[in-house]
């Protein structure tokens, strides 16, 4: 899955932590202590601290920056389509570490940055078509983490997601500042995010002022969006919204129009990335003939997040409050 970022600032609580890019120095001994975390409901036992560590795609990169952990880092993969950096949060991050890939990491590009940590996830870089996975990383002595988010539930197949989105990233943030021993940024970063998104909470709306609310991706013939166990579910649901598809089963995913029609949104937010612009897929959805009734278009209420928004990563809460704001002035029926 392929998205643009754009501009964010650092949240107050993250700048009182430690500051944007903070580094984490690094010892000859460091290295050395085992470290168990459990990653999808698996323990896994990680021999040694990582020092090279590539990464794929943007939330997932952002989240290592976040923890100030770009000295560790020896590369990243995500396509060229992002935006400008020059306001992103984690600037510095980028300008460190090496741009990989301008499409996602692959055994080739992992063996050359000579990794000793794989960090990505199922649809956002690891994939089962050609062999991309954790399994035949470890066969080349490679260890990996796995995006929390992206965790195979079980259910049917590709479906995914095993906990509440913002559980997801609170559980990596916490995982990774136990890997890297820097728990008490980990700890400040859940801490801050968490008063956030509760202020964002205290003023949203209640009961039956609670707009409903559908998160279009893509797709003209078939829409795809968001279950319950992708970042826009609690997004939503933290800013005093109701997600429409929070009872699918899986995170990001496709349903029928027919659906959208059925469960009539209040509001439609669209994930802004890829080729198509935001404005193009706006002008879609408020002149696609089967939505004509549905109460977002009849009112035009359209709201825009970008994709780093809306997968799990360090922009989450920032999402939350950006969309809490447009949602406290929403009336519904």
């Known amino acids: 899955m392929r998205r643009p970022f754009t501009a964010a600032l650092c949240l107050a609580a993250t700048v009182a932590a430690s500051g944007c890019g903070a580094h984490v120095e690094t010892s000859d001994d460091g290295g050395s202590s085992a470290v168990t975390l459990t990653n999808c409901g698996r323990k896994i036992t990680y021999d040694r601290v990582p020092r090279r560590v590539v990464t794929n795609d943007v939330g997932i990169t952002e989240i290592m ?5 770009e000295n560790r880092m020896a590369g990243f993969a995500m396509p060229d389509d992002k935006g400008d950096l020059t306001g992103v949060p984690w600037k510095e991050g980028y300008e460190k570490v090496k741009w990989l890939s301008k499409d996602q990491l692959t055994q080739e590009n992992v063996l050359a940055a000579r990794a000793d940590l794989v960090f990505a996830g199922w649809n956002y870089g690891f994939r089962e078509d050609d062999g991309f996975t954790p399994g035949a990383l470890k066969k080349l002595g ?6 929390t ?7 049917s197949g590709s479906a995914r997601g095993i906990m509440p989105p913002l559980d997801a990233l609170y559980a990596d943030l916490t995982n990774l500042g136990k890997l890297f021993g820097v ?3 980990a700890a400040a970063l859940v801490a801050g995010f968490k008063k956030r998104i509760a202020d964002v909470r205290a003023k949203a709306p209640r009961g039956a002022d609670r707009p409903k609310v559908f998160l279009y991706d893509s797709g003209q013939d078939t829409p795809f969006t968001a279950g319950r166990y992708a970042a826009p579910e ?14 699918v089963q899986d995170s990001w995913t496709t349903v029928g129009w027919e659906t959208v029609v059925e469960r009539d949104p209040d509001v439609i937010v669209i994930c802004d990335y890829g080729d198509t612009s935001a404005e193009q897929k706006r002008t879609f959805l408020l002149n696609h003939p089967p939505l004509r009734e549905v109460a977002a278009v009849k009112n035009r209420r359209v709201f825009v997040l970008d994709y780093a928004d809306l997968v799990e990563s360090p922009r989450n809460p920032s999402a939350v409050a950006r969309l809490g704001a447009y949602l406290r002035t929403v009336r519904t029926r």
């Open 142 to 147: 490679i260890p990996s983490y796995v995006l």
């Open 149 to 155: 988010e992206s965790c195979h539930n079980g259910r």
């Open 65 to 69: 920056f976040a923890l100030g952990l």
């Open 234 to 247: 609690q997004i939503i649901s933290e800013a005093g919204g109701v997600s429409i598809t929070h009872d």
């Open 183 to 185: 728990e008490d940024r």
